[in-house]
C-alpha cells in the first residue's frame, strides 16, 4: 500500500509515531510526499509544519531524534503510522509522550525489572530481594533452579494455583538473574521477536 496524498486538499498526511519498543502513541504530526520520503531516506522522523509547509527533522534542535524503525500505512492510504526509537524527551514540554502518558509497557515483568534494578542499586537491609542479590549470581542461579524443578513437579498435578505461585517464583529469580547479569528484558524480547519473524 502507498499513501495517496492527493486525498487531502493540502497534501498533507496525519503521521502517527509509536515506539517502537513499548508501543506507547509518543505524538501525532503531518507529512508531505517530501517528509514522508526524507523519514524513509534518513532514519529519522521529518515532519511538515506550518502554513508555508516547513520541512523539520524532529529533534533536530535538542539531539531528541526519533530513529525509524518501520513505516506503515493504513488500508487505504491515507495515514502513516511511524515505529521509532525516541533518543530522548519526545515534544516541546520535554516530557515521555504528548498524551502525559509514561512511555513504559504495561507489562508487570517490566515493573519487576525496574524494582530489582533499584534494589540493586539501593540495597535496602530489610529486602529479601537485596538479600539474595548481594549474595551474587550462584545463588540466583541455585534458587532459579529449585524454582524451576518446582514448577516442573506443579506442571504434573492438578492444582492450578501452585502452578501460578511457582511460576511467578520462576520469573521472579529470572528477572534477578537478567538485572545480576545486566542483560535487560528488551533484548531477550527482542531475540524471541526475531525467532517470531
Known amino acids: 500500500m502507498k499513501i495517496d496524498f492527493s486525498k487531502h486538499r493540502d497534501g498533507l498526511v496525519p503521521a502517527i509515531i ?17 517528509a514522508l520520503r526524507r523519514t524513509k531516506r534518513d532514519g529519522k522522523v521529518v515532519f ?10 524532529l529533534g533536530e534542535s535538542t539531539g531528541d531524534y526519533f530513529s525509524v524503525e518501520d513505516v506503515l500505512f493504513d488500508h487505504v492510504g491515507s495515514a502513516v503510522l511511524i515505529k521509532a526509537k525516541p533518543n530522548g524527551k519526545v515534544c516541546k514540554r520535554r516530557v515521555k509522550t504528548c498524551f502525559n502518558e509514561k512511555n513504559e509497557r504495561d507489562n508487570a515483568l517490566v515493573e519487576l525489572e525496574g524494582f530489582a534494578e ?3 542499586k539501593k540495597p535496602s537491609k530489610s529486602s529479601p530481594t ?10 540466583i542461579a541455585k534458587k532459579l533452579g529449585e524454582e524451576a524443578v ?3 513437579i506443579e506442571a504434573r498435578d492438578a492444582d492450578d494455583e501452585n502452578f501460578k505461585l511457582e511460576a ?12 545480576q547479569r545486566g542483560i535487560k528484558l528488551e533484548e531477550v524480547l527482542e531475540v524471541l521477536g526475531n525467532r517470531r519473524r
Open 18 to 34: 509509536q515506539d517502537a519498543s513499548t508501543q506507547r502513541v509518543l505524538m501525532h504530526g503531518f507529512m508531505n510526499r517530501k
Open 48 to 57: 511538515c509544519t506550518g502554513k508555508k509547509n516547513k520541512i523539520v527533522v
Open 118 to 120: 533499584a534494589r540493586k
Open 130 to 139: 537485596s538479600k539474595i542479590q548481594q549474595r551474587g549470581m550462584n545463588q
Open 150 to 152: 518446582e514448577l516442573v
Open 168 to 179: 511467578a517464583d520462576v520469573l521472579y529469580y529470572f528477572m534477578l538473574m537478567m538485572v
